[in-house]
């Protein structure tokens, strides 16, 4: 498969697994793209580690330092996996990927080039995992009552995927 | 052709109009029918219920009596089943008999499979009429794979219109000893079957297992429906 | 888990839940439900037969090899920060669990879903040292309100209905009655994001522990999962030992697998590994993991002519198509584990003389061998434990002189043919003594049966 194929297979799984998935051509359209999701007034987390996540944020107001306190996390993230729809964080770099977990949304970056087609794929890189990964699809979800679906239940409410190139 | 019927204990006993229709039918393609004197049962109840020497003694008569090299053929799923991927398995350590039961393993059939698989019967007329629906008996589908045939024969009943039942594969609830040592869960299951059958609109229920129909009959009779129940065979014969 | 087990009573138990009319449509909704799902989930997957002979091929090689497995595993997590404990039952793990909570003053614990610690009774057992656990798990949650114990191994609240739901939340927790999933959804994540943050101690399962990085995997999808096993810094997880997969490679095939089976899904929201403790220059991770292996029995099981049974890897996907789950439900099996895996694995576990009602569970219908994703052949081992039964002594003394009487005329025509003419002419006394719901069905033995038709 091409990247563009991986892509786009990689977005129409994530959004059947209700992410949002959207795609930008540059920083300027990330930061405008994060501008959009993130809710009117609410704090924001971010690691601003990479050259990524400081031109996502670049500009944003309410930014907070603690996690546990944000509405919305937007972090780069380790990778995507196609096959599933997936974004994966870990406990790299000294990442917390509690913040991905606390916050009621979570904005997800990942570039074109980390998203690995299959899980095979993905699971050959990780020769040495570190403490926590989390392959995530999707928001949280329960069907406990009655088998119907609910989304937003410990976890995010909402996960959106920005794919840069 | 010649062929060796296995009624089985259940027609032999409560259906004999099956083993009727089921010689008629063959007799019909021009096969000679031979039934073996003697035969009694499979062995299914014993062995169902954790009885392998009793089963291995079922399994051993039957053996003696149906001997040569001409196809068994019978008119239940379930039993043709119990010879075809129990005996061999129940016998695989006996010097003298392990051979026979795959002999006897390959030979056999059920009714359907032998109509469709060596008869082609399927591409003759049937004369059929009124709605017919069709239930899936779990060890013919499930351990003897047969699917299709059932449904080729019950298209070739010209007349007849065929609604499939919602769930066909549910089990009847019948299950040999299962029925006698938990018949609420038996009645119940046999329930739904009858409740699958009505949704059909079916005025007639058919399949290959003469203890299934005996539970769907009983199901639908315990409802007050006046839908009814016929082996396969029945109708094929009638529809001659 | 704290209840006795009422297993022998499996057929009164039963009786109980076909008159429960509710349950009944619960019961039905669900199954019907996962049924839906499941077919659609697998219908995206071209090599579902390669996939689970697969499967079956890799959870074989791990219990062929089970020693060594979990001298690997035991080796690499512990090399990566955590304690691994071998627990060889029950007992023994759950004082080496509450040992080590009260050894750090923890108060209140915040439990992931956990089918071996309700085998063992692990809750009970802290609760009465004093220690609160606090079920995240919103299934798990909803019965540890309503005081009862789980009735799938996935859906453990399937049981109940929307209505029943809302009127625990209001009862028990002061809110305003609602019966909409949503809503009562959101006030679980309230109430649970408190206990999160507060707990001393995570406490959970893990679906699979992998060999060769000494790492848990948790398929979950409510977020509770997660929270238990990186936010409070004691992290204590119990599985049972033959849960171990040899590699990380392996996981694909039951990433693919697992949760289509169990909900339908084709990933669940999270699947976390967790690889050890915190360590230097991370922000995340418990900064003390015990792992507990449980034994308990498995070890036995694993010697004796049941093993493959070992391989299940706890998805449901056989309770879902189970026509006797559908219509008893999990509670009648009376212990941990319902359906047909629950009948068989209840019954090695447990012991024959606790459990012997439970192999009668089962019309041999086949539709659960149709769906286990590792080939477990649950037919066969029903089969062999029927056998067991009458071997160890737990079949009915009129049973087993019934089957010699069939074993005796099914070989003797003569006599065979003596009992059909002996059947009819008694037919109304048969009738009368078995009753309606037995010997009612069956119709009346023909006067000419088919052998005296055929020349």
Redesign the interface.
């Known amino acids: 498969m091409s990247r563009e194929e991986v892509v786009a297979v990689f977005m129409e799984?994530a959004a059947?697994?209700a992410a949002g998935a959207a795609q930008v051509a540059d920083d300027a359209a990330l930061r405008d793209a994060v501008a959009l999701l993130v809710h009117e007034g609410k704090p924001v987390y971010c690691p601003a580690l990479t050259a990524l996540e400081q031109a996502a944020v670049l500009g944003l107001a309410n930014r907070v330092e603690n996690y546990?306190v944000a509405d919305a996390t937007v972090e780069e993230v380790l990778a995507g996996i196609a096959e599933?729809g997936?974004i994966v964080c870990a406990?790299v770099a000294?990442?917390?990927?509690?913040a991905s977990?606390l916050p009621s949304h979570h904005i997800a970056i990942v570039p074109s080039w980390k998203i690995y087609a299959?899980?095979?794929e993905f699971?050959?890189s990780?020769t040495?995992?570190?403490?926590?990964?989390?392959?995530?699809?999707?928001?949280?979800?329960?069907?406990?009552?009655?088998?119907?679906l609910?989304i937003?239940?410990?976890?995010?409410e909402r996960l959106d995927i920005i794919v840069t190139p | 052709m010649r062929v060796q019927l296995f009624g089985t204990c259940m027609v032999d006993s409560f259906y004999p109009e099956v083993g009727d229709a089921t010689v008629r039918l063959l007799e019909h393609f021009g096969v000679e029918v031979v039934f073996p004197p003697g035969q009694t049962c499979c062995g299914q109840p014993a062995f169902n219920a954790g009885y392998r020497n009793e089963a291995r003694g079922a399994a051993e008569h039957f053996l003696s009596i149906f001997t040569g090299n001409d196809p068994i053929v019978t008119p239940s799923g379930s039993c043709a089943a119990m010879v075809k991927h129990h005996y061999p398995e129940l016998l695989k350590d006996d010097a003298k008999l392990a051979e026979t039961s795959r002999s006897a393993a390959g030979r056999v059939y059920e009714m359907s499979q032998f109509l469709v698989q060596v008869l082609r019967a399927h591409e003759k007329v049937f004369t059929g009429s009124g709605k017919l629906t069709y239930h899936s008996s779990c060890h013919l589908t499930r351990i003897l794979g047969v699917r299709e045939e059932p449904l080729l024969l019950i298209s070739a009943l010209q007349g007849a219109e065929f609604v499939p039942m919602p769930d066909a594969m549910r089990c009847c609830g019948f299950g040999g000893m299962f029925m006698a040592k938990l018949p609420e869960i038996s009645c119940a299951l046999a329930d739904e079957k009858a409740e699958s059958i009505m949704a059909t609109g079916a005025d007639t229920v058919t399949g290959c297992d003469s203890a299934c129909l005996m539970t769907i009959a009983d199901g639908l009779q315990r409802r007050g429906s006046g839908i009814k129940v016929k082996h396969l065979v029945q109708l094929l014969a009638e529809g001659l | 888990m704290s209840e006795e087990q009422t297993s022998r009573n499996f057929r009164a138990n039963s009786a109980a839940s076909i008159a429960d009319s509710s349950l009944r449509a619960a019961m039905k909704n669900a199954t019907d439900t996962f049924g839906t799902r499941r077919t659609a989930a697998f219908g995206a997957i071209p090599d579902l037969e390669a996939l689970r002979d697969k499967a079956s091929e890799v959870r074989m090689q791990v219990l062929d090899y089970l020693p060594q497995y979990l001298e690997k595993f035991t080796a690499n997590a512990t090399s990566a920060g955590a304690m691994v404990h071998r627990a060889h039952d029950a007992q023994s793990a759950k004082e080496l669990i509450g040992s080590i909570l009260k050894e750090r003053g923890v108060k209140m614990a915040a439990k992931g879903k956990s089918m071996v610690s309700e085998e063992i009774g692990l809750n009970a057992h802290l609760e009465a040292a004093g220690i609160e656990v606090v079920e995240t798990d919103l299934g798990e949650y909803i019965i540890q309100l309503e005081g009862e114990t789980p009735s799938h191994i996935i859906v453990p609240a399937i049981h109940k209905n929307r209505q029943q739901v809302g009127r625990l939340f209001a009862d028990r927790l002061g809110v305003p009655y609602s019966e909409d999933p949503q809503v009562l959804t959101k006030i679980a994540r309230k109430v649970m994001r408190e206990k999160f943050l507060a707990a001393d101690a995570g406490i959970s399962g893990a679906n699979f522990a992998i060999a060769e990085s000494g790492s848990l995997v948790l398929f979950t999808n409510e977020g509770n999962g997660r929270m238990v096993t990186s936010v409070p810094k004691l992290h204590i997880a119990i599985l049972s030992v033959e849960k171990l997969l040899p590699s990380l490679a392996d996981l694909p095939t039951f990433i693919r697998l697992l949760p289509r089976s169990a909900t339908g899904q084709a990933i669940t929201s999270y699947v976390s590994l967790i690889t050890g403790t915190r360590k230097p220059g991370e922000a995340t991770g418990a900064e003390e993991l015990h792992i507990v292996l449980l034994d308990n029995g498995r070890s036995e099981i694993l010697a004796g002519e049941c093993r493959e049974m070992l391989k299940c890897i706890r998805c449901g996907a056989c309770m879902n198509v189970c026509p006797v789950y559908r219509t008893v439900g999990g509670h009648a099996y009376g212990w941990t584990y319902p359906g047909p895996m629950g009948m068989v694995l209840t019954t090695l576990l447990t012991g024959m003389e606790k459990s012997y009602p439970l192999v009668d569970a089962s019309t041999l219908c086949g539709a659960c061998v149709d769906v286990c994703p590792v080939r477990i052949p649950l037919v066969d081992l029903i089969l062999k434990l029927r056998g067991r039964r009458i071997s160890e002594g737990f079949s009915s003394s009129r049973e087993k002189l019934g089957m010699r009487f069939f074993g005796a005329a099914v070989k003797n025509p003569v006599i065979f043919y003596w009992l059909e003419r002996v059947s009819r002419l008694f037919w109304p006394v048969i009738q009368k003594l078995s009753g309606k719901n037995v010997a009612g069905r069956l119709p009346e033995p023909s006067s000419k049966p088919f052998h005296r038709r055929m020349p």
């Open positions: 799984r059947l697994a546990a599933t997936s406990s000294g990442r917390a990927v509690q977990l299959t899980l095979e699971f050959a990780l040495s995992p570190p403490t926590n990964v989390a392959i995530i699809t999707g928001p949280s979800r329960t069907a406990d009552i009655e088998l119907t609910a937003g239940v410990h976890g995010p």
